[in-house]
T-cell receptor, first 111, second 115 residues
Framework: QKEVEQNSGPLSVPEGAIASLNCTYSDRGSQSFFWYRQYSGKSPELIMSIYSNGDKEDGRFTAQLNKASQYVSLLIRDSQPSDSATYLCAVNRVNAGKSTFGDGTTLTVKP | EADIYQTPRYLVIGTGKKITLECSQTMGHDKMYWYQQDPGMELHLIHYSYGVNSTEKGDLSSESTVSRIRTEHFPLTLESARPSHTSQYLC????WGQGRNEKLFFGSGTQLSVL
């Protein structure tokens, strides 16, 4: 079992819909959770971080964390074609020294 | 905007050559990382550093080496490049803190092709 697993893609949604990206992790000691977006041929860029159970909203993006279920998700409301990218989930233990990344989920938003 | 720079952006070399991929950041971050990523594939951590004179091997076995003589500089060296080293190499940095500060800032990457 991988330490960080993301829902297999690719995921395709119509423009204006809600895209839901999911991530589960195996290490119960994990305390920091990040979502990165990577456009094709580009480097990953951080879009959301979450540390406490519940929801965290930033514009059209909402990160959700449930530590009991070892589950973190990213919702993208009013999806735009510019949201088409690969989304990477990353998980950290405090003082682990490094993030553990999932394989990524590729999202396509169709006009 | 992240201030982390990688050079060269693209590199095509022959087998057996020694190469150094450069990475510099101006954010004063203590931690730096090198990742390897093939197209459409996951990120693999190959080296990281907590600060000056600190280097650690990552999850993916690599024939490369790194050094950290200055905070801002974290070069990666391949003594003898092989076609199997063809990949994209991504450098990243983060603050050193209690996990919450470990947001990664990535450079633009070096696409290496070994013929």
């Amino acid at each position: 079992q991988k330490e960080v697993e993301q829902n297999s893609g690719p995921l395709s949604v119509p423009e204006g819909a809600i895209a839901s990206l999911n991530c589960t992790y195996s290490d119960r000691g994990s305390q920091s959770f990040f979502w990165y977006r990577q456009y094709s041929g580009k480097s990953p860029e951080l879009i959301m971080s979450i540390y406490s159970n519940g929801d965290k909203e930033d514009g059209r993006f909402t990160a959700q964390l449930n530590k009991a279920s070892q589950y973190v998700s990213l919702l993208i409301r009013d999806s735009q074609p510019s949201d088409s990218a690969t989304y990477l989930c990353a998980v950290n233990r405090v003082n682990a020294g490094k993030s553990t990344f999932g394989d990524g989920t590729t999202l396509t938003v169709k006009p | 905007e992240a201030d982390i720079y990688q050079t060269p952006r693209y590199l095509v070399i022959g087998t057996g050559k020694k190469i150094t991929l450069e990475c510099s950041q101006t954010m004063g971050h203590d931690k730096m990382y090198w990742y390897q990523q093939d197209p459409g594939m996951e990120l693999h951590l190959i080296h990281y550093s907590y600060g000056v004179n600190s280097t650690e091997k990552g999850d993916l076995s690599s024939e490369s080496t790194v050094s950290r003589i200055r905070t801002e500089h974290f070069p990666l060296t391949l003594e003898s490049a092989r076609p199997s080293h063809t990949s994209q190499y991504l450098c990243a940095s983060s603050e050193w803190g209690q996990g919450r500060n470990e947001k990664l800032f990535f450079g633009s990457g070096t696409q290496l092709s070994v013929l």
